[in-house]
């Protein structure tokens, strides 16, 4: 023990002087003050030491003895004087370890509890200091401990020092005593002593339960006053005590809801088999936990995480409920937040692609189940791009919104509408009927319902704008279907409605599934084609009036290697769609002015232009100009040569950027023709604007030119314009003689088609070529 120093060593210790008369009333009524009044055993003590009579006396202060007064314990030979055998067997029977103390300090009687206390202890290898034996001087070991500097024993002597000295009515402290293997607490009483002699009573008790408890109890309050909010009930579940945190949460105060039951909290959002379930678990399990919804005392429905704990007795029986509750109306709101954009699309708000691959999962299960047919519906909005460009992306994001209000409102509950992305909705019709006809005809109603919801004008801003939908629809009833497949049906179906003139409805059907598996296996055999090198660049002749040969159009052939050939208006579609065009697009440039280089090296051929097909997406390409100088400079050719033919739809998509990309190619040399014109929407005004060499009359319009007045006046009216606006004009798919002459009576003067020669390969053309050069008067004539 730090606290209170070691005992003297036994013997016997001075006498101490006569007890100060003066103090002795003051010190005897004092004797119980506030501190002590509710230690009994330190009154009993105090006030039972005058009859000490049979407890253990070492002597008797020897100027306060008087020599008549009756011996209680013979052997220590001290008389004191009224002292009782009854009051000594109470002193004994305390539990409180009791010793008097004379005016020196010296311990002058012990009851039986410090005795054995002394006794232990001194048995002890390190005994207890300040549990001194019967003889010693108590002041002595405190003065010891002292010595060691230990403030509790400074403070115990001089505690004991100015009770002996009627300073003080009584003095009291605890002290720890902890050994290496236990914590240990005493309190330790001096109580002044006022009987023939002056003295003091000194009192020690085991305090180390009652301060283990107050450490428990310190310990729990800290707990208890966590950020958590804690609720305790007793076991008919009224509120014993909550915390702050609870008070925080709840908005109820202390005193509002102590006493109250907790249900003054419910939501009345969950149902009464929610809290039957909830005190089963707790009966069974002795808690539970879970997120509920309460109210707080201002009418707020907030969400809380609960825990419900059963504090039992020995024998089980409940006598308290404590409950910790956690707020969790931001973690939820997050939480939702992270759902929300895990499977809602965040402009529309309605489920996305993954939440839709979901819903479609479920109810192609419960297809299986059912038997019944459910639809599935791909809409795209029409010129919604066009939308977009030209009012802004805010415009259109109000109408994307509006359009999924209206989607919304269109369906019944349980269908599912989503958004895929851009312009694209899927909805998701469950059961619409047994039969495929009778679904067929159900989703047909919807689709209609919804073109005519979607076709209502939209009040955008200060816009008024209509819009439109193409929509595809597949039926299914089979559960074997992948939902991805079941989506590619629907867009292919609804690509047919865009095909059939937009703001339609078309259903998926398996010849249309047939077609695009072929073109899937075409895309992929198409990628193999060019890096096997299965291309051939094929050559047709072109023609003047005079049946001289001016020239060729170079024409691609993808040959397999088979021998089999696989046209252009199969594959040259797919190569531009996935983009194959641009390697297989350059490949045919350098290839053309690869052989106008051949052919500029002798003189009979060497005036001999070359025409190649250029696509829109080849076009489109920022280096495209870059490309085609980079191709003419390699092969050292005469740009003029080479005639790129576009067509109408490449060029007027973007008519300022198309005339810069145009112009570009001018100053290369190079000339530019019209492919197909009269097929596309060219007026004048765009055509005097593009710096264009030549217009190529389609050949829709000169193969019935013979026959249809309508052509012939178109075919005169567009080789009138080329030759107003200063251009060639060259005709194809000139069949017939017939043909041939009324182009010329119309002006057109440049021909291609099968009556000059069909598409060739290299050696075949140049034979032809030749046979042309030298006898092609001979040739036409016959
Ligand atoms: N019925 C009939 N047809 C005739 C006659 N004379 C020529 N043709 C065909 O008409 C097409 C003319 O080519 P196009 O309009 O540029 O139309 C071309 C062109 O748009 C595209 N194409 C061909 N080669 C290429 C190329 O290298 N690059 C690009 N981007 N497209 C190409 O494929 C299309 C089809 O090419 P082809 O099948 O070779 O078909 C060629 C040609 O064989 C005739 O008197 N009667």
Redesign the pocket.
Same mark, same amino acid.
């Given at each position: 023990m730090k606290d209170l120093p070691s005992p003297p060593p036994e013997g016997p210790a001075a006498h101490p002087p006569a007890s100060p008369p003066s103090n002795a009333a003051n010190a005897r009524g004092n004797t119980c003050d506030a501190t002590h009044a509710n230690h009994p055993a330190s009154c009993a003590a105090s006030c039972a030491a005058p009859q000490l009579a049979h407890c253990e006396l070492l002597d008797q202060p020897a100027a306060a003895a008087p020599a008549a007064r009756p011996q209680c314990d013979g052997g220590a030979g001290i008389t004191i004087d009224g002292c009782q055998p009854f009051a000594c067997a109470v002193l004994d029977g305390l539990p409180e370890q009791i010793a008097v103390l004379d005016q020196q300090g010296r311990i002058v009687s012990v009851n039986a509890a410090w005795r054995r206390f002394a006794d232990d202890n001194a048995a002890l290898s390190t005994p207890i200091p300040g549990h001194a034996a019967l003889g010693s001087n108590y002041l002595s070991g405190c003065d010891a401990g002292l010595a060691g500097a230990t403030t509790g024993a400074a403070d115990a002597c001089a505690g004991i020092r100015a009770v002996l000295d009627g300073k003080l009515p009584s003095f009291s402290m605890e002290y720890p005593c902890h050994t290496a293997h236990q914590q240990r607490w005493y309190s330790m009483t001096a109580t002044p002593l006022e009987y023939d002699w002056r003295g003091a009573v000194v009192t020690h008790r085991d305090i180390t339960e009652r301060r283990q408890s107050e450490a428990n109890l310190r310990i729990a309050a800290i707990a208890f006053e966590s950020p958590e909010g804690m609720m305790v009930t007793d076991a008919r579940g009224h509120i014993l005590q909550v915390n702050k945190a609870f008070c925080t949460i709840t908005g109820y105060s202390r005193s509002e809801i102590i006493g109250q039951s907790p249900k003054v909290l419910n939501s009345g959002r969950h149902d009464a088999a929610f809290y039957t379930d909830m005190w089963d678990a707790i009966r069974r399990h002795g808690s539970w936990e879970g997120e509920i919804w309460n109210r707080r005392k201002n009418g707020e429905v907030y969400p809380e995480r609960l825990n419900i704990t059963a504090v039992k007795e020995r024998d089980g029986s409940v006598t308290n409920y404590v409950a910790s509750l956690t707020d969790i109306t931001l973690s939820k709101a997050a939480s939702d937040e992270i759902k929300n954009l895990a499977f809602y699309d965040p402009l529309t708000r309605l489920p996305n692609r993954r939440l839709l691959l979901d819903r479609l999962r479920q109810v192609l299960a419960s297809t299986a189940a059912t038997g019944k047919y459910s639809a599935l519906m791909f809409l795209d909005l029409d010129n919604f791009k066009t939308l977009n460009d030209t009012l802004g992306h805010n415009i259109g994001d109000q109408l994307l919104q509006q359009v999924a209000k209206r989607l919304h409102d269109c369906l019944r509950h349980g269908d599912t509408v989503a958004r895929l992305g851009g312009d694209e909705f899927v909805v998701l019709a469950e059961g619409m009927s047994d039969h495929a006809v009778g679904a067929a005809a159900h989703t047909e109603t919807l689709g209609n319902k919804i073109l005519a919801s979607l076709n209502l004008p939209y009040q955008l801003g200060a816009h008024t704008v209509r819009s439109s939908p193409s929509i595809g629809a597949t039926l299914f009833h089979n559960h074997e279907q992948a939902p991805d497949e079941l989506l590619m049906q629907a867009d292919i179906a609804m690509y047919q409605a865009k095909k059939a003139g937009r703001n339609a409805l078309r259903f998926f059907d398996q010849k249309m599934q047939d077609a695009i598996s072929a073109r899937a296996a075409l895309e992929s055999e198409l990628r193999g084609a060019f890096e096997q090198q299965q291309f051939e660049l094929y050559y *047709?002749i072109q023609v003047d009036s005079e049946q001289r040969p001016t020239g060729a159009?170079?024409?691609?052939r993808w040959i397999q290697p088979d021998g089999s050939f696989i @046209? %252009?208006?199969k594959f040259?579609p797919l190569a531009e769609e996935t983009g194959m065009?641009l390697p297989i697009?350059k490949w &045919?440039i350098e290839t053309a002015c690869a052989q106008l280089q051949l052919w500029s090296q002798d003189p009979r051929t060497s005036k001999l232009s070359l025409a &190649?097909? &250029? @696509?829109a997406r !080849?076009f489109r390409q920022a280096d495209f100009g870059a490309q085609v100088y980079a191709a003419v400079q390699r092969h050292e050719i005469n740009p003029s040569l080479l005639k790129l033919?576009l067509t109408e739809g490449i060029l007027l998509e973007n008519i300022s950027d198309t005339v810069a990309s145009m112009t570009e190619l001018k100053a290369i040399g190079v000339r530019i023709s019209l492919?197909?014109f009269g097929t596309g929407y060219s007026s004048l005004q765009y055509l005097k604007q593009l710096p264009l060499d030549q217009l190529k009359i389609d !050949?829709s319009f000169v193969r019935d030119l013979a026959s249809d007045n309508s052509d012939q006046a178109i075919v005169r009216t567009i080789t009138a314009m080329a030759h107003s606006l200063n251009l060639d004009v060259i005709a194809? =798919? &000139?069949?017939s003689a017939d043909q041939r002459q009324q182009l010329a009576h119309v002006g057109c003067l440049h021909y *291609? =088609?099968?009556l000059f020669g069909r %598409?060739l390969p290299l050696a075949q053309f140049e034979t032809l070529w030749h046979e042309y050069a030298d006898q092609a008067p001979q040739l036409l004539a016959g």
């Open positions: *047709q159009e170079a024409l691609l @046209s %252009p208006a040259i065009i697009g &045919v &190649v097909n &250029v @696509s !080849q033919e492919d197909d !050949q194809e =798919g &000139v069949e *291609q =088609g099968y %598409p």
